[in-house]
């Protein structure tokens, strides 16, 4: 089963085969004008240039083509050549009707996909600014598994640079060492208590670093000794992440956001020499200034893209060479046919860099996609990247907490979830928290900026993720109350009448939605879907009977449809990273 447009492109694409042209031609997409038509086809404006044909007279040899089908209620020629087209009412029950897996197909691909979505530093504070690539990635890792592709997020953290350096110098200084190597981390209080520390110690250790440039150079003499294995700096090393893996975590597990992998740049640490060592072999990489670099630039490129440095002067490794030793992991281990990095649009020219060494050494083979896919930034009302109100960075943890405050205030002016216990209730508050903060963000098309704005967000109105929690709710209940009625409809006749109709056109829609996220690894697709059904549910909740529709086989008919709109909303609010609540 494929999506009703999908289906109509092959019969048309048939069609257009007849008149000797290519069957692409015949690609079927959802009108732009459902007043006229509910479905267009294109392909005559651009098959008259092959034809060497008026493109009306091209349309019209496909129309006569198709005129014998009886899926088709309307096939007409409209403007210049565009070839409008509705089904029939018989066509939609039976697509309904014979509906697997909401007409999604599972892709033949078997190969592995890595998605790279994390990139949290090892003992400092989750902020906002780790937001983007969590939900983005998270979702798109959920949409592909559900396509039937196989796979791995991972989580890749920061663990490895100066910064550990500093913070690692500030314990040994400080001759306070023992804090970490002696802590248990069996024990809860100990870590939260280390995390605290480490939220206050790393900011001292880097500002002191960054004014004063002997401690500076400490911290990079640090960082190679660590990469070295020295102790003890290794071992400090070894407990300050593992501590701050399990607050990672917990963050992560607050936001709803899943990882396979909770690998770093150290867990790749030991393919970096023998990687540099081949380059060398290869010719590729040479010594410039005390650095071992290799040369990215290419013959054609109209920007300057300056060397990869692979080791620094003084053996220290760059965040270009873990990623390419990474990348050498990934393909050793999983074989990868993708490697998709979600992450910060502003890291371009850095990922242009890596894939081009990663290419001109062969470490990837042709046919393996290398893919930054790069979003825009999270922005406060003043169009400026998102802040406290003290203008300082805002943790994660607090961002929830505060639009689980916001929703429990939505909650209660709205007068919604005001029958159901506490604990139920605090549990629907933080489900439309994390709609709203999930909803805002994968709604924009992932390059571009945004305005958080947690008012606006978290409104039961608009186009938020509170706004189609509750319309699934809404529908939920409408369910349960036909049970508690004790009416059975899961085996009723689909009956389509007019105003059934957009309906189950738009429940046809999904699997296109569905492929638009996939191929650009862009959940706001999925989201522009959900809204514009939620939207026609609740049009067509206010316009027609259901529960009391007098007529029993229209009112089960309308009953299942209403079942099937809110199995589809469930479903794809999960691949965007939500939990529908059970009532609100």
Same mark, same amino acid.
């Given at each position: 089963?494929?999506?009703?447009?999908?289906?109509?492109?092959?019969?048309?694409?048939?069609?257009?085969?007849?008149?000797?042209?290519?069957?692409?031609?015949?690609?079927?997409?959802?009108?732009?004008?459902?007043? %006229?038509?509910?479905?267009?086809?294109?392909?005559?404006?651009?098959?008259?240039?092959?034809?060497?044909?008026?493109?009306?007279?091209?349309?019209?040899?496909?129309?006569?083509?198709?005129?014998?089908?009886?899926?088709?209620?309307?096939?007409?020629?409209?403007?210049?050549?565009?070839?409008?087209?509705?089904?029939?009412?018989?066509?939609?029950?039976?697509?309904?009707?014979?509906?697997?897996?909401?007409?999604?197909?599972?892709?033949?691909?078997?190969?592995?996909?890595?998605?790279?979505?994390?990139?949290?530093?090892?003992?400092?504070?989750?902020?906002?600014?780790?937001?983007?690539?969590?939900?983005?990635?998270?979702?798109?890792?959920?949409?592909?598994?559900?396509?039937?592709?196989?796979?791995?997020?991972?989580?890749?953290?920061?663990?490895?640079?100066?910064?550990?350096?500093?913070?690692?110098?500030?314990?040994?200084?400080?001759?306070?060492?023992?804090?970490?190597?002696?802590?248990?981390?069996?024990?809860?209080?100990?870590?939260?208590?280390?995390?605290?520390?480490?939220?206050?110690? @790393?900011?001292?250790?880097?500002?002191?670093?960054?004014?004063?440039?002997?401690?500076?150079?400490?911290?990079?003499?640090?960082?190679?000794?660590?990469?070295?294995?020295?102790?003890?700096? @290794?071992?400090?090393?070894?407990?300050?992440?593992?501590?701050?893996?399990?607050?990672?975590?917990?963050?992560?597990?607050?936001?709803?956001?899943?990882?396979?992998?909770?690998?770093?740049?150290?867990?790749?640490?030991? @393919?970096?020499?023998?990687?540099?060592?081949?380059?060398?072999?290869?010719?590729?990489?040479?010594?410039?200034?005390?650095?071992?670099?290799?040369?990215?630039?290419?013959?054609?490129?109209?920007?300057?893209?300056?060397?990869?440095?692979?080791?620094?002067?003084?053996?220290?490794?760059?965040?270009?060479?873990?990623?390419?030793?990474?990348?050498?992991?990934?393909?050793?281990?999983?074989?990868?046919?993708?490697?998709?990095?979600?992450?910060?649009?502003?890291?371009?020219?850095?990922?242009?860099?890596?894939?081009?060494?990663?290419?001109?050494?062969?470490?990837?083979?042709?046919?393996?996609?290398?893919?930054?896919?790069?979003?825009?930034?999270?922005?406060?009302?003043?169009?400026?990247?998102?802040?406290?109100?003290?203008?300082?960075?805002?943790?994660?943890?607090?961002?929830?907490?505060?639009?689980?405050?916001?929703?429990?205030?939505?909650?209660?002016?709205?007068?919604?979830?005001?029958?159901?216990?506490?604990?139920?209730?605090?549990?629907?508050?933080?489900?439309?928290?994390?709609?709203?903060?999930?909803?805002?963000?994968?709604?924009?098309?992932?390059?571009?900026?945004?305005?958080?704005?947690?008012?606006?967000?978290?409104?039961?109105?608009?186009?938020?993720?509170?706004?189609?929690?509750?319309?699934?709710?809404?529908?939920?209940?409408?369910?349960?109350?036909?049970?508690?009625?004790?009416?059975?409809?899961?085996?009723?006749?689909?009956?389509?009448?007019?105003?059934?109709?957009?309906?189950? %056109?738009?429940?046809?829609?999904?699997?296109?939605?569905?492929?638009?996220?996939?191929?650009?690894?862009?959940?706001?697709?999925?989201?522009?879907?959900?809204?514009?059904?939620?939207?026609?549910?609740?049009?067509? @909740?206010?316009?027609?009977?259901?529960?009391?529709?007098?007529?029993?086989?229209?009112?089960?008919?309308?009953?299942?449809?209403?079942?099937?709109?809110?199995?589809?909303?469930?479903?794809?609010?999960?691949? %965007?990273?939500?939990?529908?609540?059970?009532?609100?």
């Amino acid at each position: 089963m494929t999506s009703i447009a999908q289906d109509l492109s092959k019969i048309v694409g048939a069609a257009f085969e007849a008149q000797n042209l290519p069957a692409d031609l015949g690609l079927v997409r959802a009108s732009d004008r459902p007043d %006229l038509a509910q479905f267009q086809c294109n392909g005559a404006m651009v098959a008259a240039k092959q034809a060497k044909k008026n493109p009306r007279e091209v349309a019209q040899s496909v129309v006569d083509a198709l005129s014998n089908n009886d899926i088709f209620s309307k096939i007409e020629i409209a403007g210049p050549g565009f070839i409008n087209l509705n089904v029939t009412d018989a066509y939609l029950k039976e697509y309904l009707t014979t509906l697997e897996n909401f007409g999604v197909e599972p892709t033949d691909e078997e190969r592995q996909v890595v998605l790279d979505y994390g990139g949290p530093n090892i003992a400092k504070a989750m902020h906002v600014g780790h937001l983007r690539a969590a939900i983005i990635g998270d979702s798109v890792r959920r949409i592909m598994s559900f396509k039937g592709y196989k796979t791995l997020g991972d989580v890749h953290m920061g663990d490895w640079g100066t910064h550990m350096g500093m913070l690692i110098g500030d314990y040994m200084r400080e001759d306070e060492q023992d804090i970490v190597l002696n802590a248990d981390l069996k024990d809860a209080a100990t870590v939260q208590s280390l995390m605290e520390d480490f939220a206050v110690r @790393y900011p001292k250790a880097s500002g002191a670093a960054k004014a004063n440039s002997d401690l500076m150079q400490e911290a990079r003499d640090i960082t190679v000794k660590l990469q070295d294995k020295e102790e003890p700096y @290794y071992s400090i090393w070894q407990k300050i992440r593992e501590v701050s893996v399990e607050g990672m975590k917990k963050t992560y597990e607050h936001l709803g956001v899943e990882f396979d992998l909770w690998k770093g740049e150290a867990d790749v640490h030991d @393919y970096i020499d023998p990687m540099v060592d081949d380059l060398k072999a290869k010719n590729l990489a040479y010594i410039s200034e005390g650095a071992c670099v290799i040369d990215v630039a290419e013959d054609g490129d109209k920007k300057e893209l300056p060397p990869l440095i692979l080791k620094k002067s003084d053996g220290g490794v760059m965040y270009g060479t873990t990623d390419c030793a990474t990348i050498v992991e990934r393909v050793k281990l999983y074989n990868p046919v993708k490697i998709v990095y979600i992450v910060d649009q502003r890291q371009s020219l850095h990922f242009e860099q890596v894939f081009r060494a990663i290419r001109k050494a062969q470490i990837v083979s042709d046919n393996v996609e290398l893919t930054h896919a790069g979003f825009g930034t999270m922005n406060g009302k003043d169009g400026k990247p998102f802040k406290t109100r003290e203008g300082g960075v805002m943790r994660l943890e607090d961002l929830i907490s505060m639009a689980i405050e916001k929703a429990t205030a939505r909650l209660n002016d709205a007068n919604l979830a005001s029958e159901i216990d506490e604990a139920e209730r605090a549990d629907v508050a933080y489900k439309v928290a994390i709609a709203a903060i999930k909803f805002a963000d994968l709604q924009n098309q992932r390059q571009s900026d945004y305005i958080f704005d947690l008012d606006r967000l978290t409104s039961f109105e608009g186009k938020t993720g509170p706004y189609v929690l509750y319309q699934t709710v809404r529908i939920k209940s409408l369910l349960d109350k036909a049970k508690a009625q004790n009416i059975v409809f899961q085996d009723a006749d689909l009956i389509v009448k007019e105003e059934d109709r957009a309906l189950v %056109l738009l429940l046809g829609q999904f699997p296109d939605a569905l492929t638009l996220a996939i191929g650009n690894y862009a959940p706001h697709h999925l989201c522009e879907y959900i809204f514009k059904l939620a939207q026609a549910f609740s049009s067509f @909740y206010g316009n027609v009977h259901i529960l009391s529709e007098e007529n029993e086989a229209l009112r089960n008919s309308r009953l299942l449809l209403s079942q099937n709109v809110a199995a589809l909303m469930e479903q794809a609010l999960k691949l %965007l990273g939500m939990t529908v609540p059970a009532r609100m």
